[in-house]
């Protein structure tokens, strides 16, 4: 079974898709920490890698590669892990209001909110812009996913939780997707 969970920065992918892939024994794969990696095998901040991955379309496609190859039981988590991990039993969305997502990455970080404010924006600008131009991608078109959370009003326990009950129930009735 393979599950995606998507979302803004900051809204709390990586910790929810850690957290279920370690319950369920699952393995996991983050496409923002090979991003991330990408950065700083560059020498860049995340700023300036978005800027540069504007202009070099391969950095997209290279994660986007090793998200469409993932086999297996496997949680991955990425802006656009929904969208490019086809062969998805489950897709979730997490989200949350700016503020809350900033206020988190800022705290994580250890940084100023403000810097971390345009850095979020700036990053999410650029990204909406790839992922339309590069797939045809349009980020906000949540009609993708089976599940969308607000995690500024659940808890990570809760989160979790409620992902792990619905995986459980799923692999026990044999359904992989959703019954309409």
Partial sequence: MLVTISGDHGAGKSVVARELARRLGFGY???GEIFRRMAE????DLREFSEYAEKHPEVDREIDRRLSEVKGEVVVDGRLSGWMVREADLR???????????RRIAEREGRDLEEVR?????????????FKEL????IDDLSIF?????T????VEEEVEMLEKLVEGRRK????KGVR
Avoid: C, F, H, Q
């Fill in 152 to 155: 500024s009003r659940l808890g």
């Fill in 146 to 150: 089976d599940l969308v959370i607000n």
């Fill in 92 to 102: 979730v969305l997490l989200t949350a209001p700016l503020e809350v997502r900033v």
């Fill in 41 to 44: 095998e560059k020498g860049m």
């Fill in 173 to 176: 009735s044999g359904s992989r």
């Fill in 118 to 130: 345009e850095e979020t924006l700036i990053r999410e600008r650029s990204e909406r812009k790839r």
């Fill in 135 to 138: 797939y045809g991608i349009n």
């Fill in 29 to 31: 794969l983050s496409a």
